[in-house]
């Protein structure tokens, strides 16, 4: 019998996404991305409905600096770990915090309005973190495996519509870094920005000539028929 074949890979789109280094002085339209992350929010799956994450959209300067700080801060801290060397320079990945149009930070969210399924079930003794406000952050696992996903189909609208986006992981954890952001009152998980790219990093690392050293493991140490 004929193999079926896999039908053309959706990730063509994927593949065009570049981590951005600088972003161009210009801000894209903010009902364009209000409609990405609308059609990312309705497609994006979650554990029992509940997306037990909100993402905090903003533009002002000011939480770009902050952000890009807190960045700064985790690098710093996370490299004092490895003493091999005494110093390294600053890394550049997060440069297109400061020049980005939009930047998003994802953090943990408390459920106080669920369905009526939910509360249904809940009353009939099934037990949710997202509706248990002092263990919600038990559930982190779960949310920061959805943010992911959140994030990475919110990157493909992005590169369908002509945009460009970067996200981090490398960020504090701990709230007391977050007093710049006065609506970040649950634990962060990653942060996300938007905008149109002037500079990739795989350019700079092209002709710097070490981009191809940069690569995942591959892929049969990955994926394991068993």
Not at 43 to 65: I, L
Not at 152 to 164: K, Y
Not at 205 to 225: A, K, M
């Amino acid at each position: 019998p004929t193999q079926p074949v896999a039908p053309p890979w959706p990730s063509a789109t994927l593949q065009k996404r570049r981590h951005v280094y600088k972003y161009l002085d210009i801000t894209p339209d903010k009902e364009l991305i209000n409609t990405i992350l609308q059609k990312t929010w309705e497609v994006t799956p979650s554990k029992n409905n509940f997306m037990a994450y909100t993402a905090h959209v903003m533009s002002e300067q000011k939480y770009k600096d902050a952000l890009y700080k807190i960045c700064v801060q985790n690098e710093i801290s996370q490299n004092e770990k490895n003493t091999l060397v005494e110093h390294l320079e600053l890394n550049p990945n997060y440069e297109n915090i400061l020049s980005a149009p939009y930047i998003i930070v994802f953090t943990m969210r408390y459920e106080d309005q669920p369905s009526i399924f939910q509360q249904r079930m809940w009353d009939k003794g099934v037990y949710y973190e997202a509706m248990d406000e002092p263990n919600v952050d038990e559930m982190i696992g779960t949310s920061s495996l959805e943010v992911g996903m959140f994030a990475n189909t919110l990157s493909a609208l992005c590169v369908e519509n002509g945009l460009d986006s970067s996200y981090t992981i490398c960020i504090k954890k701990d709230l007391k870094y977050w007093d710049s952001f006065p609506f970040v009152t649950r634990t962060p998980i990653m942060a996300m920005t938007i905008g149109y790219a002037k500079q990739y990093r795989y350019d700079v690392g092209l002709e710097e000539g070490w981009i191809h050293q940069d690569h995942r493991p591959n892929y049969d140490r990955i994926v394991n028929f068993v």
